[in-house]
């Protein structure tokens, strides 16, 4: 069998595709690999780590770049839809190892049975990451994966629970956890340094950016030959090609994103969370409202401002443009406030920043290498800095403020059962339709 | 193209819902057109025209103008049915697919019982199936699943392929029996596609369903089945039903091919196991290696700090990948249970369990953990080290500062006490600050510099007195810019920044020994305190080159721009190219300290820098400083630079940026 499936070529895989239907095309790999044997096996050891890549339209080489940094790791395929990223990415991996052998995909299934494959790093947009990761998981790949983890609630869970299922390791891209600022502020917080928190603030970015420098790029266009602009759409709802749509523009498109919003808040939020130990719960009541574009290509929020309520009653607010509220994360407690953002860090009292946290009280877990956190844990089988769960419920925070933008009211929600109270409606918009032929793997 | 969007405000729609309500009882597709706060409303007649013909072109205009409607409309229950007549009405009249998407989005969150029929005979037809099924997806209630159940027979290929997705996103038990009657059928495709609805599904005759495919000899259909069978038993865990779920894993765990699939077959069996604790001895005590990790990821569910040493005592005998895993699970458990294992896997030919254990102490470590941590950081080098360095740091418990305290009078281990001096630091063990003044005294020269370093962390104010005698004793280069350092940086902590240089500033004026002048002029010019730089400026006209050469080095360190006068005037007049090399970067510096000033003014004192560069360096420091103050002064500037060939490069750079800045 095993035979078999390294024998696979294109079109055994082709075929195997139109049986299987979709992701996770090939079900699980068959023989005895490093990975799936959480390197246990007969197989000698190898203390490399070899990793693919997904995706390198925008944190892809960074996140690649990172990890070639590290000498464990050993980089042995790019997979990308379009073919110039694709290229440069190849070039990448060449040029560090100073050879031609990084393979190239453009299929992620095929990536997928290889068997030499330990971990994949996954940087694509958002409607693509959970049926990705997920199919990634059941292949037994640890995942290093973009932020917001997925795109809509009900796929946020399927890939906590694959997670869970397939004893892998995750890592999500929200490298401000491993940041010595961020990490300060949010130990402080842990340790009451400001007395019991009476609310917190979250300041994210407003607008649209231009990524690409392809705004106004909107007229109505054949895709180009490079690209694969119908596997690009996958699983979400059919729009046409056009330029502004496609690379690091499509977070605008709330089909294939979450505008400024979803981007950040596995950031500000994320830290937020952090600060306050709501790392495996969420908000019990959320309430929002968004101005939205009545023209051009975009449809996601341009200014934003939730309203959440947790369990002990802590209030926080999330807005984009509006300026009372700071960029980053705010705690306002009893006896002061502790604000931190990308190289801010600031409080009152004054002093309290310089303050150190005693050998008795909560130390947070610790990384300052986010990428090599990952690959720590990828050899001791631990948790990272970053996990599936948490991200999750970072993440949940905006995908029930979109509901709640979408409804116009406030919505009530258990974080327990993961469920929407006493609103059907609300309740209809936990999860998405795919397009065929995707569906989620769970 | 921002500037262009109209915004829609949607907290200003709801203000104005009760408004348009009035205006309009019953008839919303008689709606007029409404202004009001820059926005339009259109009536539904009006958004449905534009969208019959709809091909995105026109960008999301009309898409946005339903979804206001919609938005709008959706809570007053006649409005709704209303609305959810007209689109009805509009999806039969064939709109053009983005149009007929629209519409039924629009459906799938208001959509009822009334729009089922019209969605089931749209969901037959291959050019509107999609739109219509992800409607049905959503509708509450049993009509939406019969029709999606209905639609089954009367549909093949593709189209009945999105029926089944769209059961299995129901999640409903009535469809089951029609999903495993496609699983036992000829068509693999469609099989594979039922069987993952099944999963999502689950129940028991789902999982009876799923277990016939096991039998049969279709090995990617058996792949799919394991899949679905592994979703329906966690399924069956959280609806409380803990045999049910142990039946399927434990057929998927003797069944399946894969590795992975047993791995997580036998998570699921171990998960709330009566004799989980057996397994896991007897599975780490075995020889399938397939099933050390999961075994090992729920040890902390059925060993506690009397039985770990059961797992533990298994260590030798695991592989090192094992071992890795084992070590940092120790982490979990108290010093006193784990301690022997720890301080063996810290000693372990591998690195990787080495770098395992010393993370493992550095969370279950206590007191008793410091001399070990402390003498492996000073005996190891590169990710050891760091990781030996790092637990000393995190170990919890007063006892850990008690320990450090203990063994830096004690150890006579240089090597070692200098690792006990940066953990005193980092830990700030403040009663350490006597042992580290005393190191400064009479330590060795790399002691001295290092419990220098470590006083900036612990000492105080009050301190700085008792720094500046230590400052004046030491005759080490290093040791003394580390005090110097140190000094500076407990003096910045007071909060009154004028009064922050006043004990160096006292002893400046009171030194008259050359060599310790020269420090505490140093020392000033780490402060910042802007109310002592006249003492800097008096020392410049010293007749000792010594002391002029320290009253420059501390204008250029000077951290404030209260200093930039006088840095310019260095470079303009001094006779020392070593001076006004300092002058000119520290100048500057500082014009960079104020990024909000006006550019012309900022780029005017960079055109003076430029004038003023004594060496190739600073002019490219000036043109690397200039993009960040767009303004046309900078812009010529940077032209102006352009065909100097040493410098081309850095111009050219700038003035692009400069000019799209401008733009």
């Known amino acids: 069998m095993s035979e078999q499936r390294t024998k696979m070529d294109r079109r055994q895989f082709l075929k195997a595709a139109a049986v299987t239907g979709a992701a996770a095309v090939a079900g699980f790999p068959t023989i005895v690999k490093a990975s799936a044997l959480g390197k246990n096996g007969a197989v000698a050891p190898s203390n490399r780590i070899v990793m693919a890549g997904i995706g390198f339209g925008m944190m892809g080489p960074g996140n690649m770049e990172n990890f070639l940094e590290k000498p464990e790791v050993q980089w042995v395929a790019v997979c990308d839809l379009d073919k110039e990223p694709l290229a440069m990415a190849k070039g990448m991996v060449d040029k560090k190892y100073g050879n031609k052998s990084c393979a190239t995909y453009h299929d992620f299934r095929e990536l997928f049975l290889r068997q030499d494959l330990d971990a994949v790093s996954i940087a694509v947009p958002d409607h693509w990451h959970a049926i990705l990761a997920i199919s990634a998981l059941r292949a037994g790949l640890d995942v290093y994966g973009e932020k917001p983890l997925t795109h809509n609630l009900r796929e946020g869970r399927a890939l906590c629970d694959a997670v869970k299922r397939y004893g892998r390791v995750w890592q999500t891209g929200s490298w401000q956890r491993s940041v010595e600022n961020f990490h300060q502020a949010a130990e402080l917080v842990r340790n009451g340094r400001i007395g019991k928190i009476k609310g917190i603030e979250v300041g994210l970015p407003s607008g649209h950016y231009d990524f690409a420098g392809t705004f106004g790029q909107e007229a109505l266009v054949p895709p180009p030959p490079n690209l694969d602009y119908e596997f690009w759409v996958g699983p979400a709802p059919w729009w046409p090609y056009c330029k502004a749509r496609v690379h690091m523009n499509w977070r605008w498109n709330m089909d294939f994103g979450g505008g400024q919003y979803m981007d950040w808040i596995g950031h500000h939020l994320d830290i937020a969370h952090w600060g306050m130990g709501w790392d495996e719960t969420g908000p019990v009541e959320i309430e929002a409202t968004g101005e939205f574009p009545t023209s051009g290509i975009y449809n996601s929020p341009t200014r934003y401002y939730v309203k959440a309520k947790y369990a002990d009653g802590t209030p926080m607010v999330l807005a984009g443009g509006h300026d009372e509220i700071w960029s980053g994360t705010k705690w306002i407690g009893e006896y002061g406030w502790i604000w931190v953002d990308r190289g801010q860090f600031e409080t009152e009292p004054a002093g309290l920043k310089r303050e150190t946290i005693g050998p008795e009280e909560i130390r947070l877990y610790k990384s300052r290498d986010h990428h090599q956190n990952f690959l720590d844990c990828v050899r001791s089988r631990g948790k990272t800095i970053a996990p599936a769960e948490t991200a999750h419920r970072s993440a949940s925070v905006g995908h029930l403020g979109v509901i709640a933008m979408e409804v116009g009211r406030k919505i009530k929600w258990d974080p327990a059962t993961e469920a929407i109270l006493g609103d059907p409606e609300a309740e209809r918009l936990l999860g998405h339709s795919y397009r065929k032929p995707w569906q989620l793997p769970e | 193209m921002k500037m262009t969007r109209q915004p829609i405000v949607i907290a200003a729609l709801l ?649």
């Open chain 2, 15 to 663: 203000i104005l819902v009760s408004s348009l309500l009035s205006a309009s009882p019953g008839t919303p597709q008689s709606q007029p057109q409404r202004q009001g706060m820059g926005l339009v409303y259109d009536s539904l007649d009006a958004i449905l025209k534009d969208l019959q013909t709809y091909d995105y072109s026109a960008g999301v205009g009309a898409l946005m103008r339903l979804h206001a409607y919609v938005f709008i409309h959706k809570d007053d229950p006649q409005s709704r049915k209303e609305t959810e007549a007209a689109l009805l009405k509009f999806v039969q009249g064939s709109p053009a697919p983005g149009g007929m998407m629209a519409a039924c989005r629009a459906l799938r969150l208001i959509g009822g019982p009334d729009s089922v029929p019209v969605l089931a005979a749209l969901v037959l037809k291959p050019e509107t199936t999609d739109p219509a099924r992800f409607a049905l997806e959503r509708i509450p209630g049993g009509e939406a699943g019969q029709a999606l159940l209905a639609a089954l027979d009367k549909t093949q290929g593709d189209i009945r392929r999105g029926i089944v997705f769209s059961l299995g996103e129901r999640k409903s038990p009535a469809s089951v029996p029609a999903l495993a009657r496609l699983v036992g059928g000829k068509d693999p495709v469609i099989a594979a596609d039922a069987i993952k609805a099944l999963g999502k599904t689950g129940g028991p005759e789902a999982v009876r369903a799923l277990g016939e495919e096991l039998g049969r000899s279709r090995p990617a259909l058996k792949a799919e089945a394991v899949s679905a069978l592994l979703l329906a038993a966690e399924r069956a865990v959280k609806a409380g039903d803990r045999n049910a779920a142990v039946i399927v894993y434990d057929r998927v765990f003797r069944t399946a091919d894969s590795p992975v699939a047993r791995q997580a077959a036998f998570r699921g069996l171990l998960t709330r196991a009566a004799d989980g604790d057996i397994r896991i001895i007897e599975t780490l005590s075995g020889k399938d290696a397939v099933l050390y990790a999961p075994a090992l990821a729920a040890v902390p569910d059925y060993f506690g700090a009397s039985d770990i040493g059961r797992v533990a005592d298994l260590m030798d005998r695991l592989p090192e990948e094992s071992r890795v895993q084992l070590t940092a699970l120790l982490a979990k458990y108290p010093a006193e249970t784990v301690r022997p294992y720890l301080l063996a896997a810290a000693e372990s030919p591998s690195l990787n369990v080495r770098l395992a254990a010393l993370r493992s102490i550095a969370e279950a470590g206590d007191g008793k953990s410091v001399v070990f941590l402390a003498t492996k950081a000073a005996r190891t080098t590169g990710a050891e080290q760091d990781a030996a360095r790092e637990a000393l740091a995190r170990l919890k418990g007063l006892d850990v500062d008690a320990a450090v305290l203990e063994h830096l009078t004690k150890t006579a281990d240089d090597a070692v006490k200098a690792e006990l001096v940066q953990a005193a630091s980092v830990r700030r063990v403040a009663g350490a600050k006597p042992a580290l003044m005393d190191l400064v005294k009479a330590g060795s020269p790399a002691l001295k510099t290092r419990a220098a370093a470590a006083l900036r962390s612990i000492a105080g104010q009050a301190d700085i007195p008792g720094l500046l005698d230590l400052l004046g004793g030491l005759d080490d280069e290093t040791a003394r810019e580390a005090m110097e350092d140190t000094v500076a940086s407990v003096a910045r902590t007071n909060p009154r920044e004028l009064a922050r240089a006043g004990e160096v500033g006292a002893r400046l004026t009171a030194e008259k020994d050359a060599k310790k002048r020269t420090d505490l002029l140093r020392v000033l010019g780490k402060i910042g305190d802007d109310s002592s730089l006249s003492l800097v400026r008096a020392a410049q006209a010293d007749r000792d080159p010594a002391i002029v050469d320290a009253a420059v080095r501390a204008l250029a360190d000077w951290p404030t721009i209260a200093a930039r006068d006088d840095v310019l005037n260095v470079a303009r007049t001094s006779l020392v190219l070593n001076h006004r090399v300092l002058a000119m970067r520290a100048y500057v510096r500082m014009i960079g300290l104020e990024p909000y000033r006006s550019p012309e003014g900022a780029a005017a004192d960079l055109l003076k820098a430029l004038a003023l560069a004594p060496r190739l360096e600073e002019k490219k420091l000036v043109l690397g400083l200039l993009a960040r103050f767009p303004c046309v002064t900078a812009l010529k500037t940077a032209e102006s630079l352009l065909s100097d060939p040493a410098v081309a490069a850095e111009a050219k750079l700038a003035a692009d940026r400069i000019r799209r800045a401008l733009k």
